[in-house]
């Protein structure tokens, strides 16, 4: 079953065509990818999905569980189980990260200190410091994680959740995804990485507003070794571009 449905959906910011009759279907407990070059449209369409001000005025439907919820706000859409991880992770200044994760506590997600333990950072060193530009992007990132899995959202869009992240820090947000779906969440990561690519089930190739491809990791993947979108829209990209 789809949990997340979009039916022609459309979006123009300052009257530019952003997204173009976007229809997709997010199938229930997948790891889903979003791929395509930079300006895709990638980060709109979480907006969209998420319901974020200024992203609200769409043609089209979108459906949470069959239902539309094209006129639900970010905070009614929120407390439906939608959530999202900013490709620059938001601050909360003034908060502690324990009070953030507080925050964001659920009874169906993890325990904080078991969330700090996925996400790699000690708990006793991390919950007291404040959840802002004393953090690194990367740190950031991480806690942004720990709140979902506390969180245990029912859908995840994460968008390029290995940006400003290390080799071994990548393991640990793997971690997380793998809980989160375990424990019943979809996910829909946008990413460049062909390290998460890998860790989808399902993947969709975004082009100029448009998804132009589906299907397998394999499959979306040879556009990577490739390095080349095969589009007919007006604006083609520049061979070897997948950025
Ligand atoms: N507020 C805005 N007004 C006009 N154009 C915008 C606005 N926000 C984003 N865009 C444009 O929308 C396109 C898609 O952006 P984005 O969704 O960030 O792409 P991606 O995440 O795939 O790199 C880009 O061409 C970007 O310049
Ligand atoms: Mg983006």
Redesign the pocket.
Known sequence: MAILKLENVSLS??N?P?LDSISVDFWEGYIHAIV??????????S?VIMGLS?YRTISGTLYFKNKPINELSVYQRARLGISLAW?EPARFEGLTVYQYLKASKKDNGLSIEEAMDVIGLPAQEYLPRACDKTLSGGERKRIELASLLVMQPEVVLL?EPDSGIDVEALERIFDAMAILKQRGSTIIT?THSMAVLQKAEHAFL?CH?NIIDKGGIDKISGYFENKCIPCDHKNIPISGETR
């Open positions: 910011l300052n530019k952003i395509g070059p930079n300006g895709a449209g990638k980060s709109t369409l907006y200024n490709q968008d946008i975004m507003g």
